[in-house]
């Protein structure tokens, strides 16, 4: 399955194959400060199923390891990764799909961090932090790489 999108005024687009290793939502306070949102959904891919394909990027190293990508033309979040994993993972919004319709959200993290008057009754299972299993699947020690977020 091939995936695409971009920034809302279509200067910076990208190209995915396959399927997403992980589609969540996070409830973090970087997230919503770097969405404008209540949460954000993240789409998680491997590098080698990734391409950028037009325009370049502008960057924001939120933590000294965590980098998000915007259009520098108009402004709109487009991923982020990590330095110490770009070798494992990309993420980019779900709202910056071209289908994004067709995503299965699997989970919830951060949700100690959910704001009190957001009520979203989807069942899906809601986590601390990042689930060890989605961790484990990137060959990453869930507990040590969970105390390095916090």
Request: net charge negative; charged share 25%; hydrophobic share 40%.
């Amino acid at each position: 399955m091939e995936w695409t999108g971009g920034c809302l005024c279509g200067a910076v687009q990208y190209r995915a194959e396959g399927e997403p290793f992980d589609v969540g939502s996070c409830h973090c306070i970087n997230c919503r400060k770097m969405t404008g949102a209540a949460f954000a959904t993240f789409v998680a891919f491997r590098p080698d199923a990734f391409a950028w394909v037009q325009g370049e990027l502008g960057t924001f190293a939120a933590t000294p390891d965590l980098v998000r990508g915007f259009c520098r033309d108009c402004g709109s979040p487009v991923g982020c990764w990590r330095l110490s994993e770009k070798n494992l993972w990309i993420m980019v919004w779900a709202g910056t799909l071209d289908r994004a319709e067709r995503l299965q959200p699997r989970h919830h993290i951060f949700a100690k961090d959910e704001l009190p008057w957001l009520h979203l009754a989807d069942g899906l299972p809601r986590a601390e932090q990042f689930p060890e299993s989605v961790l484990e699947s990137l060959g990453l020690d869930s507990t040590l790489r969970n105390e390095a977020i916090r």
